[in-house]
């Protein structure tokens, strides 16, 4: 049996440049990687794939990403498809967090291991983004600039030491409704060439000041305001809504300050994280 541990992500930054010809949207983004993870399990049993996940309100059939995963995994290996698959969810879904992204990219990398097909992590990440955009980041992991619809992955220096708070409101949104609701508004959009400059650089401070998330003029999250406004007094020196929402993060130097601040946010959120950026993506346990 192998174990993958299967890390969420939040976006720095996240602008939508235009329509792709295959109907999706070109983006402009800065990933990271956070330690709020899920444990998958990947085995072989009978002929076939079969899941289970420890969050019954997710989907334990063929319509879970992480089996859509696994079945383009032996779809493009030509292995005949054989595969238990479990996984313990901590990533809150529907949250802006690639809660399913990441339990697909550690399903690939599950397989991989265990039928020793040695694939690179591009082949994986190409298999992954046949099931989703955000498939490919999750298995490289990081702190990555993100392209197109989100697979051309340049990775930048890591984040300095800091701390990651997550809280996330209670309605979750879908980000194929994310999308249609950008396309029919007029969005402002902010200064990419200062973000990529300041990533490149690794300047924590440029980061902090030209992080954006565009998705923040179309998305409406009630509680929103309210938590940035805890994040602010606590000191966080980033407070932005993650992809499509509606989980809002806020970055701290401080671990003191971070621990305040998720103590204080767990009167206004059932679901509140203290993580930590990390450098990688779905890895072995
Ligand atoms: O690829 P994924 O399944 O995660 O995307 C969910 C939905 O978000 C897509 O069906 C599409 O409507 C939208 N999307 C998009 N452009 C992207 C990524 C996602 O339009 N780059």
């Known amino acids: 049996m192998i174990k993958v541990i299967a890390p969420a992500k939040?976006?720095?930054?996240?602008?939508?440049?235009?329509?792709?010809?295959?109907?999706?949207?070109?983006?402009?983004?800065?990933?990271?990687?956070?330690?709020?993870?899920?444990?998958?399990?990947?085995?072989?049993?009978?002929?076939?794939?079969?899941?289970?996940?420890?969050?019954?309100?997710?989907?334990?059939?063929?319509?879970?990403?992480?089996?859509?995963?696994?079945?383009?995994?032996?779809?493009?290996?030509?292995?005949?498809?054989?595969?238990?698959?479990?996984?313990?969810?901590?990533?809150?879904?529907?949250?802006?967090?690639?809660?399913?992204?990441?339990?697909?990219?550690?399903?690939?990398?599950?397989?991989?291991?265990?039928?020793?097909?040695?694939?690179?992590?591009?082949?994986?990440c190409e298999i992954g983004?046949?099931?989703?955009?955000?498939?490919?980041?999750?298995?490289?992991?990081?702190?990555?600039?993100?392209?197109?619809?989100?697979?051309?992955?340049?990775?930048?220096?890591?984040?300095?030491?800091?701390?990651?708070?997550?809280?996330?409101?209670?309605?979750?949104?879908?980000?194929a409704q994310a999308f249609a609701a950008a396309d029919q508004a007029y969005i402002y959009h902010p200064d990419n060439l200062k973000m990529l400059e300041a990533c490149s650089n690794g300047d924590f401070d440029g980061i902090c000041k030209h992080a954006s998330n565009v998705f923040e003029q179309v998305i409406e999250v009630v509680e929103r305001v309210r938590i940035k406004e805890v994040m602010r007094l606590c000191g966080a020196r980033l407070y932005q809504m993650s992809g499509s929402g509606p989980t809002v993060f806020g970055i701290f130097d401080d671990k003191e300050k971070a621990e305040n601040c998720f103590n204080e946010l767990k009167n206004i959120c059932n679901d509140v994280f203290l993580t930590k950026p990390v450098n990688y993506g779905a890895k072995i346990k």
Request: charged letters at 25%; hydrophobic letters at 45%.
């Open 129 to 175: 983004l046949t099931v989703g955009s955000d498939v490919p980041f999750c298995i490289k992991g990081g702190t990555c600039i993100a392209q197109n619809r989100g697979e051309v992955l340049s990775r930048v220096k890591p984040l300095k030491k800091c701390y990651v708070v997550l809280a996330k409101p209670e309605k979750g949104v879908s980000t």
């Open 10 to 124: 939040i976006n720095l930054f996240l602008d939508i440049l235009g329509r792709l010809e295959n109907g999706f949207h070109s983006l402009f983004m800065v990933m990271q990687a956070v330690d709020l993870c899920d444990e998958i399990t990947v085995d072989k049993g009978e002929d076939g794939i079969s899941l289970t996940c420890s969050d019954k309100r997710l989907p334990q059939d063929e319509n879970n990403i992480a089996f859509k995963a696994a079945k383009a995994f032996f779809e493009a290996t030509g292995i005949a498809p054989n595969a238990v698959i479990h996984i313990k969810k901590k990533i809150p879904f529907e949250a802006g967090l690639a809660g399913g992204s990441a339990d697909a990219a550690a399903v690939i990398v599950g397989l991989d291991e265990l039928y020793g097909t040695k694939l690179s992590k591009q082949a994986m």
